[in-house]
């Protein structure tokens, strides 16, 4: 069974960074095709992709976001890594991570619970 | 700046009817276009990939069509676990679109 599970703090301050673990189990990060990406949805609002890894540890990250964060994996712990830095209240969302298999769907087929992220002081 | 545009914003209707959605895309994305349902509370679930490829457990009332820059998500008889929202999403810049709500009349 595939499972991913985000976690990560309920709240952070304007300014600091935030960094969100996503715990995978099922698949191999390292196996060819494979990918994980971040995905967030603020309350109310559409879906937005944020950053993407994969196999080959190639990063992809959001046009719009892109300088504000960083991907990273921890295979040992089959675990992917988000960070974004200088959070701001707009910022506030729900964080998904999800699964892409390239010779699959190509598309993002299972998909975490979330994890809830509110940006206040 | 790619863009997909899901229209209507808002689709109500009852069960049993037929319900069709669109998406289209700034630029022709030939077929990487997938269909996503989310429930309230919950994650997205993919229903369709490459345009018109129903995902694994996905009912067969649930169809997808088009290429290019037009596409359509087809719900053919209402069942009362579809409404929900719905986007869709293309695969070369991960771009969603912002999303379809269908709502019980």
């Known amino acids: 069974q595939i499972t991913l599970r985000e976690s990560g703090p309920a709240l952070v301050r304007p300014t600091q960074t935030l960094t969100l673990t996503c715990t995978f189990s099922?698949?191999?990060?390292?196996?060819?095709?494979?990918?994980v990406s971040w995905i967030r949805q603020p309350p109310g609002k559409p879906l937005e992709w944020l950053a993407l890894?994969?196999?080959?540890?190639?990063?992809y990250y959001s046009t719009s976001l892109g300088s504000r964060l960083t991907i990273s994996t921890d295979t040992s712990k089959n675990q992917v890594v988000l960070t974004m830095a200088n959070m701001d209240p707009v910022d506030t969302a729900t964080y998904y991570c999800?699964?892409?298999?390239?010779?699959?769907?190509?598309?993002?087929?299972?998909w975490g619970q979330g994890t809830t992220v509110t940006v206040s002081s | 700046e790619f863009v997909l545009t899901q229209s209507p914003a808002t689709l109500s209707l009852s069960p049993g009817d037929r319900a069709t959605l669109s998406c289209r895309a700034s630029?022709?994305?030939?077929?990487?276009l997938a269909w996503y349902q989310q429930k309230p509370g919950q994650a997205p679930r993919l229903l369709i990939y490459?345009?018109?490829n129903r995902a694994t457990g996905i009912p067969a009332r649930f169809s997808g069509s088009g290429s290019g820059t037009d596409f359509t998500l087809t719900i053919s008889g209402l069942e009362p676990e579809d409404f929900a929202l719905y986007y869709c999403q293309h695969r070369t810049n991960w771009v969603f679109g912002g999303g379809t709500r269908v709502e019980l009349k």
């Open positions: 630029q022709s994305v030939s077929n990487f």
């Open positions: 099922g698949f191999r990060l390292s196996t060819s095709g494979m990918c």
């Open positions: 999800a699964r892409r298999t390239v010779a699959g769907t190509g598309f993002f087929d299972i």
């Open positions: 490459e345009a018109s």
């Open positions: 890894i994969d196999w080959d540890d190639d990063k």
